[in-house]
C-alpha cells in the first residue's frame, strides 16, 4: 500500500488531534457509551458485509473495528484510519487479537488507498477534513465500481441540545463568539451541500436522512460529560485564554444551564444527526 508524505495543513491538523486525542483517552468509555448507538445508524445501511473489505475513516480508539471485524468475518478485512497518533495506538491494542483488522496513521483525505475496497463507514469521522471536495474524492477513489459509503454526521447545532446549552450558557458569560473548533463539528451538516459533496466526488443513489434521537444520562454521568467537554470538545477552545474568574464564571454558567434540565436524577436531551450513504 503506498502513503503519501503529509502537507503542511496535514501536519498542522495532526498535530491538533495528537494533543486532543491525549485528553480524549481519559474519557474514552463515555464517549463511546453515547457515540455507539448513533453509529449502529450508519451500520445499519452497509448491509450484508459477510467477505467485504471495509474502511473506517476516523477509528478513533477502535470502538467501531471490533463490530465491523465480526461482520466482515473471517474472509473479510477492516482496515481503521486515524489522523491522531494516540488514538491509534489505543485502536492497535484494542485489536490485536483479531486477525482480519488493521489500523493505519494516516490521514484519510489524501491518503493513497489500493482502489479495492467494498465499503467506507465512519462514525463522526468525516466533518473535519480542511478540504472536503477532494477529501470525499481521494475516499471514492479507494472503493471498486459498486461499493458503498455510510457514515454519521453531526446535524446543525439547533437540533443538539448539548451543544446549544453549554454553548450558549458559556457565551453568556464570555460575550464572545464560538471558537472554530466548537462550529467544526458541524461542517457537513446541511444535507444539500453534503449530497453536492457526495455527487461531486463520483458517488451515485445519494441518499442523506435526518434522525433527531435522544440522550439519556444519570446526574453522574452527567457531570462526566461535562468535564469530558471542558477537556475534549470546543467547549475548551471556547475557553481557552479567558481569564481565570471568567472561565470559572462560564463553567458554573454551563454546569447551572444543564442542571437546570435535570429531572428525577436525569437528563434526556435531543441529538440530531445526518446519516448518508451512497454508491461508487
Keep these: 500500500m503506498m502513503t503519501t508524505p503529509p502537507s503542511d495543513v496535514s501536519v498542522a491538523v495532526r498535530r491538533n488531534w495528537d494533543e486532543r486525542a491525549r485528553r480524549w483517552l481519559d474519557y474514552d468509555d463515555d464517549m463511546e457509551r453515547f457515540a455507539a448507538p448513533l453509529g449502529e445508524l450508519a451500520l445499519e445501511r452497509l448491509g450484508p458485509c459477510e467477505g467485504a473489505r471495509i474502511i473506517e475513516v476516523g477509528c478513533g480508539t477502535g470502538g467501531c473495528l471490533h463490530t465491523l471485524a465480526q461482520r466482515v468475518g473471517d474472509t473479510g478485512r ?6 491522531a497518533a494516540p488514538m491509534v495506538e489505543h485502536a492497535r491494542r484494542s485489536v490485536a487479537n483479531r ?27 468525516m466533518m473535519f477534513f480542511p478540504h472536503p471536495e477532494s477529501a470525499f474524492r481521494n475516499i471514492a477513489r479507494a472503493l471498486r465500481p459498486g461499493g458503498k459509503i455510510a457514515f454519521v454526521c453531526w446535524d446543525g447545532i439547533r437540533t443538539n441540545e448539548w451543544f446549544m446549552i453549554t454553548g450558549l450558557a458559556a457565551m453568556s458569560v464570555t460575550r464572545a463568539p464560538l471558537a472554530p473548533a466548537r462550529r467544526a463539528p458541524f461542517s457537513l451538516s446541511n444535507p444539500e451541500r453534503l449530497r453536492e459533496l457526495l455527487a461531486q466526488a463520483g458517488f451515485h443513489s445519494v441518499h442523506v436522512a435526518r434522525r433527531v434521537e435522544k440522550t439519556v444520562m444519570s446526574e453522574e454521568d452527567l457531570e462526566t460529560r461535562l468535564k469530558s467537554s471542558l477537556e475534549v470538545t470546543g467547549l475548551r477552545e471556547t475557553l481557552r485564554g479567558l481569564p481565570q474568574d471568567v472561565r470559572r464564571r462560564a463553567v458554573d454558567a454551563v454546569r447551572e444551564a444543564l442542571w437546570a434540565r435535570v429531572s428525577d436524577g436525569r437528563i434526556a436531551l435531543r441529538v440530531g444527526v445526518l446519516v448518508a450513504e451512497a454508491t461508487r
Design 99 to 125: 486477525a482480519n483488522v488493521e489500523v493505519l496513521h494516516a490521514d484519510a483525505s489524501t491518503h493513497r488507498f489500493e482502489p479495492e475496497h467494498d465499503a467506507v463507514f465512519s462514525r463522526f469521522g
Design 78 to 83: 477492516v482496515t481503521g484510519v486515524d489522523i
